[in-house]
Structures are given as C-alpha cells and as structure tokens.
C-alpha cells in the first residue's frame, strides 16, 4: 500500500516508516503543520530527519488539508499525534481511508492527553488503540488495541519506548484488516469518555493533599498540558517559584516537604 503520513511527532514518523517498510509497504510522504505548542516540535525537526525522497505538504489551514494530502496518493493514511482535526473530505481522499493511533483504550480517555489522564487517576495502565479515524474525535471502529502497564515513567523519551514496542506488535494487524476490508469494531459509546485539557487551576500544587496525590499531579503534568499555557505543576519552594519535574513517595534522596499524610520528596525542579 501506498501511505501518507499525518503526524507532528518525529518518533511517530519514524516508527511509522520503519514499520512499514518492513510490512513490505511504501510511505509516500508526511503532511505536518508549521508549529504546534501541543506536542513541542515543528516542522524543521521534520525537514531535517525525513528521508530524502519523502514528499512533506503544510497546509495553511484545514481545508488545504484534503487537496495537500490527495496530491501524494495515499491508498491508507495513518495519523499520530496531529494538532488539528481532520475534516471530513481529506478523511475521504485516501480510498481505504486513515487509521489513527491514540494512546488509551478507546472509548476511554477519548481526547488530547489520554496518558495524563490515566496518572491524574491513578490507573495502573494505558493502552494503544488503531482505529479508523471519523469526524467526530476518536470514535471510529477499532483495528487493534493492546494494554501497557505504567511503570515510573516521567516523561516521554522514558515512555515512548515502550510504547513504540507495543506499536509495532499491533500495526500488523491494524493494516492487515484495512487489506482486508475489515471495517473495525465499533467502540462501545457506553463506555465512552472524553477528556480535554488539564484545567488551570491543577497546576497549583495544594500541600494539604495526600502525598500520593500530589506525585500523580506531578507527573501527570510531564504527560499533560492546559489550554492556557500551564505546562507543569507548580509550588513554591525556599521563596522560589518552580515547576516539579520528579517526585517520590519514599526518600532520602531530594528534598522532603510534608504534606497531609506524610512526605513527598522533590527529586528535580525547573524555574517556574
């Protein structure tokens, strides 16, 4: 099959290309946005690591989307970590459609920040989900979907790995049913939960609350993000304001400060 890539994230890209060309299929180019504050990359990271002969398209704006991505040809799309929603005529351009990969087991944690979500909760795992994209977001029929237990990953470069692994078990077989005509299982709306952006005020650290509840909040930040521009949470620590990037529940190591139930330990900080 020939492929088009839609992603803003340069490991989705290049696990996507590795992938398919060991399944014996051709990607034929990326279609990528000009900057993007969601996922911290923009386009020359793209340039600068695509291959060669990779076609990239920039649309100014979504319905410049259909007629870019028609110019490459795609038989199949697949779409990773892209910051606009896609409308409904370029989801139509590639005849057997496209495929995106979300983070979560559909319909749970439908949304942007599906990880974050799941350590805000305290859940033990995530998933990854292949489904066929729709209008409305993540809803399409699921093509495969796995489960990944959460280890004590604070960032993506510790996570993605692991995810990349878990990737490349389930792309098979997503691609293997669209060969097919396989329409997808339709995801159960009972089930089904949406989840936006982290709200302002969870940024605030609040040293009343239980520890455990505050290393979640901190590490649910790594993963997540507000719609305001909060990016971390925040405390003041000896007058300074910063932004915990690790924490603990158990020490000695960093510095302790008590909370409601006992002492979380602040491993790394940045200036807020």
């Known amino acids: ?53 990779f076609d990239i398209v920039i649309p100014s704006a979504r319905h410049r989307i259909a007629p870019l991505l028609r110019s490459l040809e795609p038989d199949l799309a697949l779409c990773a970590g892209f910051p606009w929603k896609i409308p409904p005529d370029a989801l139509g351009v590639p005849p057997l459609g ?78 293997a049913r669209v060969e097919r005509g396989d329409p997808g299982d339709p995801q159960d709306e009972s089930l089904a939960a949406y989840q936006s952006t982290f709200e302002p005020g969870y940024a605030e650290i609040d040293w009343s609350r239980p520890a455990a509840e505050i290393v979640q909040q901190a590490r649910a930040w790594r993963f997540g993000f507000s719609g305001e521009g909060e990016q971390g949470a925040v405390t003041e620590l000896d007058g300074e304001r910063v932004r915990i990037l690790r924490a603990a529940l158990a020490g000695p190591e960093g510095r302790p400060v008590e909370c409601r139930d006992g002492t979380v330990w602040i491993l790394e900080t940045e200036p807020a």
């Open 1 to 53: 099959m020939r492929v088009a890539l839609i992603s803003q994230v340069p490991q989705a890209v290049e696990a996507y290309t590795d992938a398919l060309l060991a399944l014996g299929h051709e990607s034929v180019g990326l279609l990528c946005v000009r900057t993007t504050s969601r996922y911290g990359f923009d386009t020359g990271t793209h340039v600068m690591n695509a291959p060669a002969d």
């Open 98 to 175: 496209v495929v995106n990969f979300h983070p979560s087991l559909l319909p749970r944690h439908r949304g942007p920040t599906p990880v974050a979500w799941a350590i805000r909760n305290g859940e033990p795992e995530i998933g990854i989900t292949f489904h066929r994209m729709a209008p409305d977001l993540d809803t399409g029929p699921i093509l495969a979907q796995g489960r990944l237990l959460l280890e004590d990953e604070w960032s993506w470069d510790e996570l993605g790995p692991r995810i990349r692994e878990l990737v490349t078990q389930l792309l098979p077989v997503a691609l």
